[in-house]
């Protein structure tokens, strides 16, 4: 596994405690398909949330969100309606949330954002 998948899985597993305490139910997570893959797949009082969870241990490239474009945004809605399509019994309200997390050299958590309901 590469130096940035780790970092990738580190996130996620940091991503989905953070929700979960926040009380997200995680209902899914890596689903994959043509457009790309859901990190997680989640539900906040009624409403289908697909969350991206960004890691980073340097802002050499800026801060975690920061990657997230109107084109990656777009990726992950088409991901998120082909998800829904296989789960018909879901509820059809949904959004998009980021999850930006920036860790320290040893993998530490130094500060982690919630961004609710981004937009395209």
Request: glycine share 16%; charged share 15%; aromatic share 12%.
């Given at each position: 596994m590469t130096y940035q998948r780790q970092?990738?899985?580190l996130g996620?597993?940091?991503a989905r405690g953070y929700l979960e305490r926040k009380g997200y139910q995680i209902i899914d997570q890596n689903f994959s398909s043509r457009f790309g893959e859901l990190d997680l797949v989640a539900l906040d009082s009624?409403?289908?949330v697909f969350v991206e969870v960004?890691?980073?241990t340097s802002a050499?490239?800026?801060s975690p969100e920061t990657s997230i474009t109107p084109a990656k945004l777009d990726r992950i809605q088409c991901a998120?309606?082909?998800?829904?399509?296989g789960h018909p019994d879901m509820p059809d309200d949904w959004r998009i949330d980021v999850v930006a997390i920036q860790l320290d050299r040893e993998k530490t958590v130094q500060d982690i954002q919630h961004f609710v309901?981004?937009?395209l």
């Open positions: 970092i990738g899985a996620e597993k940091i009624g409403i289908v960004k890691a980073r050499a490239f800026g998120g309606l082909m998800w829904l399509q309901s981004v937009y």
